[in-house]
């Protein structure tokens, strides 16, 4: 796997990891325990109770929702497995009181009107593209097989076969979200250098 420029977490940080880790996956259990499910499977339904518990663990900009039950609205584009994943997820299990609607995009679908957005792409510079247009005040996460990459607040990658996220704080700041420091504890790796890409 490429180098990163990220820090890994400190010790102390490390011993939190696992606690908030298993809370974020806890969705995905009863499924993942079903017998035959292979490991790619596996990893889409990790990623679905991911995005799913993101959520929890952002603030968004003054005036983002604008009642206390507006509906949470996650974009998926480019993994039909994690869009399927995620609509069964959401359907019997709302998010800090708040529905979850999961919407699958198509290319060249406006990216407006979510709060997250996950993006899964053939090459960086789609994913590079795809970010470009996506307007401040949506948590973006990209699917990556490398580098986290530029502009993107949460990346997905597999180490040692297991699914980990990785956290830009300079993009998280260009996109006026505050990361709880819990969520940034349980990443596996850290930046604070990525310049953000989100549009006007």
């Known amino acids: 796997m490429p180098s990163r420029p990220l820090h890994d977490p400190s010790p102390a940080r490390l011993r939190r990891r696992p606690v908030l880790v ?94 997250i957005l996950y993006f899964k792409a053939t090459s960086p510079a789609r994913v590079t593209d795809l970010l470009a247009a996506v307007p401040h005040g949506v948590l973006t996460v990209a699917d990556s097989d490398g580098a986290h990459p530029r502009g993107s607040v949460l990346s997905f990658f597999l180490d040692e076969g297991r699914v980990r996220f990785g956290v830009s704080m300079e993009a998280a700041g260009r996109q006026r979200l505050r990361l709880n420091p819990r969520l940034i504890a349980a990443a596996r790796q850290v930046g604070w250098n990525y310049a953000g890409t989100g549009a006007a």
């Open 22 to 115: 298993a809370a974020l996956v806890a969705a995905a259990a009863p499924r993942l325990a079903a017998q035959g499910v292979p490991a790619a499977s596996r990893d889409t339904l990790v990623k679905a109770a991911f995005l799913h518990k993101f959520a929890s663990f952002v603030d968004w900009p003054d005036g983002t929702f604008a009642k206390a039950d507006t509906p949470l609205r996650i974009g998926i584009l480019g993994d039909e497995l994690v869009w399927r994943d995620l609509s069964e997820l959401a359907r019997d299990r709302d998010r800090d009181g708040r529905p979850v609607q999961v919407v699958r995009l198509n290319p060249g679908d406006p990216l407006t009107g979510f709060h």
